[in-house]
């Protein structure tokens, strides 16, 4: 990581991952999982499903900003949408982006984790992200926040989502393509 005076900077280690999940309904979905350190650092995972019908689409975008003074990086959760409520995808997204986040937390001091939130939806985005110990706070200037230390953000538990195997997924193609082996 390196830091510069003014303003601060931070070079996050690039990263990109990508996933298979099957869902409930029988939807097959791929995400890619990536941190882009282009103009500055943004976590992005987003993801579609596998159909020829009507597709739906998830995603969640993440900003970093770090503090000059005491070199503590904080993470703006920019937005989190799908286009299929009610189906979990939005818990295993925010859960995968907490096992990304621990996974170089080591070496790198987050301060806490804020929602970019709409003040039409709070009660719905409150609830959402409770769930992973999030508390509401009113700041002087009047504006409200959404916001978690690091330390104390959890997993969610989730059932209705499968995540699958690559290699699992090729040789059952294989298999169906040109027979069993």
């Not at 500055?40 to 970093?64: E, M, N, Q, V, W």
């Not at 409200?144 to 330390?151: G, L, Q, R, T």
């Amino acid at each position: 990581m390196f830091i510069s005076e003014k303003p601060a900077t931070i070079f996050l280690p690039s990263h990109k991952d990508y996933y298979v999940l099957h869902d409930q309904d029988g939807d097959v979905w791929m995400f890619r999982e990536q941190l882009d350190n282009w103009r500055y650092p943004r976590y992005t995972l987003a993801g579609k499903t596998l159909s020829r019908g009507i597709g739906h689409r998830a995603s969640l975008d993440c900003d970093f900003m770090c503090d000059s003074h005491d070199n503590r990086i904080s993470v703006l959760i920019e937005y989190l949408v799908t286009t299929k409520p009610g189906k979990d995808l939005d818990v295993w997204m925010f859960n995968q982006f907490l096992h990304w986040l621990r996974g170089i937390g080591g070496s790198l001091r987050f301060d806490e984790v804020r929602v970019n939130f709409n003040p039409g939806n709070t009660q719905q985005i409150q609830s959402f992200f409770s769930q992973f110990s999030f508390q509401r706070r009113l700041l002087p200037s009047g504006i409200e926040k959404i916001f978690c230390p690091v330390e104390r953000l959890h997993l969610v538990v989730i059932a209705d989502l499968k995540e699958l195997d690559f290699q699992e997924i090729v040789e059952d193609w294989y298999a169906a393509k040109f027979g069993a082996a």
